[in-house]
Antibody, heavy 115, light 109 residues
Framework: EVQLVESGGGLVQPGGSLRLSCAAS????????MHWVRQAPGKGLVWVSR????????SYADSVKGRFTISRDNAKNTLYLQMNSLRAEDTAVYYC????????WGQGTLVTVSS | QAVVTQEPSLTVSPGGTVTLTCGSS?????????PYWFQQKPGQAPRTLIY???NKHSWTPARFSGSLLGGKAALTLSGAQPEDEADYYC?????????FGGGTKLTVL
């Protein structure tokens, strides 16, 4: 069974940093592109970032470019999102998701940016 | 950045058929946008229903199908069930960037 489990969310002050993790199991993690998606309270889904299977190609939404960094450790079957210079508008549930025929989502981790 | 448009809300009768669409501000949606469709129920994580225009996952009910229709991506629900009431989101690929639509709230009534 494909499973994705996010962790690392919490309360952080504006301007602070946080690193999210997504532990994957049940599929060949190293073969799949992975994504981060966020959802502010009561709002729709917003694509944040994606990384290709070997980690050499990354892309970001304009709203997070230069502040967030996606990475992966295929030996540990783990996806990461390093979030710096956090703003109030980054407050959201962050989901990791696998692409293609795996099509799985984690349960999400809540990031709250507030003083 | 491209804007992806969806109907804000739709209503379908139980057993009825409804088509949700997904348009792009850049022009016609093609298979090269690799359309995805997701379902999200209140308090739950999203679930992928369709990938790459029309491919289903093992958990996707047979009553859901994806296609390209009139320059848009489309999700058709044939034989709606009460449990299909949910928010539906499409996702399009623009080279290396992905963009979600604003979502369609589907009511089964």
């Amino acid at each position: 069974e494909v499973q994705l489990v996010e962790s690392g969310g919490g309360l952080v002050q504006p301007g602070g940093s946080l690193r999210l993790s997504c532990a994957a199991s049940g599929f060949t993690f190293s073969s799949y592109w992975m994504h981060w998606v966020r959802q502010a309270p009561g709002k729709g889904l917003v694509w944040v970032s994606r990384i290709n299977s070997d980690g050499n190609s990354k892309s970001y939404a304009d709203s997070v470019k230069g502040r967030f960094t996606i990475s992966r450790d295929n030996a540990k079957n783990t996806l990461y999102l390093q979030m710096n210079s956090l703003r109030a508008e980054d407050t959201a549930v962050y989901y990791c998701a696998s692409s293609g025929d795996t099509g799985s989502w984690g349960q999400g981790t809540l990031v709250t940016v507030s003083s | 950045q491209a804007v992806v448009t969806q109907e804000p809300s739709l209503t379908v009768s139980p057993g009825g058929t409804v088509t949700l669409t997904c348009g792009s501000s850049t022009g016609a949606v093609t298979s090269g946008h690799y359309p995805y469709w997701f379902q999200q129920k209140p308090g739950q994580a999203p679930r992928t229903l369709i990938y790459d225009t029309s491919n289903k996952h093992s958990w996707t009910p047979a009553r859901f199908s994806g296609s390209l229709l009139g320059g848009k991506a489309a999700l058709t629900l044939s034989g709606a069930q009460p449990e299909d009431e949910a928010d539906y989101y499409c996702l399009l690929s623009y080279n290396s960037v992905r963009v979600f639509g604003g979502g369609t709230k589907l009511t089964v009534l």
